[in-house]
């Protein structure tokens, strides 16, 4: 039966572990002043009729604190780049020097900080909803095992292993919004 419980300790970590990567990604995306290629994902551009990601056709850099360039593969796509920053409504206004484009990042008002914040905050709120839905798909498992079977203790045991688990990346979760929330707020 206990090899039963680590496969649902095992799964809970699993669907926790993804959980946590995708409030990572979606902290990442959220601009904190500094200039960042990841402040483009998302970005898709029309390529020969298909909208493909931004960066599947160019090569994105920064090249200080305040600016990103995007170096399209053929200089044909220009245009198209621009489009699709301009469409992606991030805010940018992005110039094209005919060779590369430039997207020159402004410094962030306190307001516009408070807002990072809040945004960084309701991602939060999205990987505790992820985690609670974690821990409710385990304790169904481990009910599920009592029914065939598995003693009163070692429900007890398992169902404080999955508040225990859950408690940690919550911990994790909370680590990662106070990281972003102390780069948002540094000017």
């Known amino acids: ?11 809970l970590k699993t669907s926790n572990d993804k959980t946590i990567k995708h409030l990572e ?5 959220i601009r904190a002043g500094k200039a960042s ?7 898709m551009v029309e390529y020969y009729g298909t909208p493909t990601p931004l960066q599947q056709v160019a090569n994105i850099n920064t090249i200080d604190a305040r600016t990103i360039t995007v170096q399209p593969w053929e200089k ?3 245009a198209e780049i621009m489009k699709g920053i301009i469409n992606s409504n991030l805010g940018f206004a992005p110039q094209d020097n005919g060779e590369v484009v430039l997207i020159n990042i402004p410094p962030l ?3 516009r900080r408070r807002e990072l914040v809040k945004m960084a905050k309701a991602e939060m709120e999205q990987a505790k909803i992820g985690f609670r839905n974690n821990r409710k798909d385990a304790l169904s498992m481990v009910k599920q095992l009592k029914e065939e079977g598995l003693s009163e203790d070692m429900v007890k045991d398992a169902e404080e292993e999955i508040q225990k688990i859950t408690n940690a990346y919550y911990k994790k979760a909370e680590d990662l919004l106070s990281i972003k929330e102390k780069d948002i707020m540094t000017i």
């Open 1 to 11: 039966m206990s090899e039963e419980l680590n496969m649902v300790f095992d799964d």
């Open 25 to 29: 990604v979606a902290l990442s995306k």
């Open 37 to 43: 290629p990841e402040m483009l994902q998302g970005v």
């Open 76 to 78: 044909g796509l220009l």
């Open 109 to 111: 008002t306190e307001e």
